[in-house]
């Protein structure tokens, strides 16, 4: 794993990097929400308790990013479960471990929920 990644909670500056991402031809294929609607979007979703969008670093850049959601749950015993979706990696950066620190960071924060399961689904 590459020792220069690291990962945190995006924000709105991190906006134009994160469209440039699901930009690739293999994600949304330069189809993506202007940045206006993405700022809205991402208003949005800070209303929301648990779920929050996460950009990871590499040489100070934006270089990949995920969404994860924790959720309540009635079964289980009201553990709660855990989905990450719309994950990117930026081209230049993949095979060098990027994906696989995002999943790590994901698990990390989860853990401290004691979440009983986390499926992932890439965009």
Sequence with gaps: ?????????ASMADLPDI????AQPDLDNGKVLSTAAATSILEHLDSYPDYHLYVALGDSRVVGTFA???MDNLVH?????AVIEAVAVDPSWQHQGVGTYMMYYALRLVSK?????LPCHRV
């Design 113 to 117: 929920r004691a979440v009983t399961k």
């Design 1 to 9: 794993m590459n020792p220069t990644i690291r990962c945190r909670q």
């Design 68 to 70: 994860l959601l924790i």
């Design 19 to 22: 469209l440039r991402l699901y």
């Design 77 to 81: 015993a009201g553990t709660p479960s």
